[in-house]
């Protein structure tokens, strides 16, 4: 009996199902919230302000942009999910991230680095972007994981208390 009562015991300190339970619905919530964010930002960024700029510093390579009529949106709405929960998953499990200002923050570099990795892998094997296209690509990519990282951020601090 005392060893079934032991195991039990040490069994919820290795796998405690409360606390993992609750700390994944909280990266989950926060991880959509920011991959909400992520995918209305990348419009506003991509979509509208950048929309002519990246369009007249495009490579050689033709026919990469799909018209917005032959978008894959469920594609498209699920990468920017992804994307959140990335965060999400960052500032949860490895950084415990719980504010604006420190999502801000560490979503700039994250931003930062992912945009630099993707882009310039991007540009050394493919005719997809100009150089030119390609900094300001990176500095877009890190104003937007500064966005997502911040709304991450301040999700995951929604109810702790000051």
Known sequence: ??????????????????RLLM??????????AGGVVAF???????????MDFMAENSGTATGVMRPDAEMV??????????TGILYSYIFNRWANISTLSAGL????VIGLIMG???????????????MKAI??????????????GGVVGWVNGMGKKA
């Open 1 to 18: 009996m005392h060893l079934r009562k032991g195991m039990s015991i040490l069994f919820s300190k290795i796998f405690p199902l409360k």
């Open 116 to 130: 630099a990795s993707f882009d310039l892998t991007m540009y050394g094997t493919s005719n997809i972007l100009a």
């Open 40 to 50: 209305f930002a990348g419009w506003l960024i991509y979509g509208m302000l950048l």
């Open 23 to 32: 700390n994944t619905t909280k990266m989950l919530i926060s991880g959509i």
């Open 73 to 82: 949106w469920w594609a498209l709405i699920l990468g920017n999910i992804c």
């Open 135 to 148: 900094w300001v690509d990176i500095a877009a990519s890190a104003v937007l994981g500064a966005i997502v």
């Open 105 to 108: 923050s560490a979503g700039a």
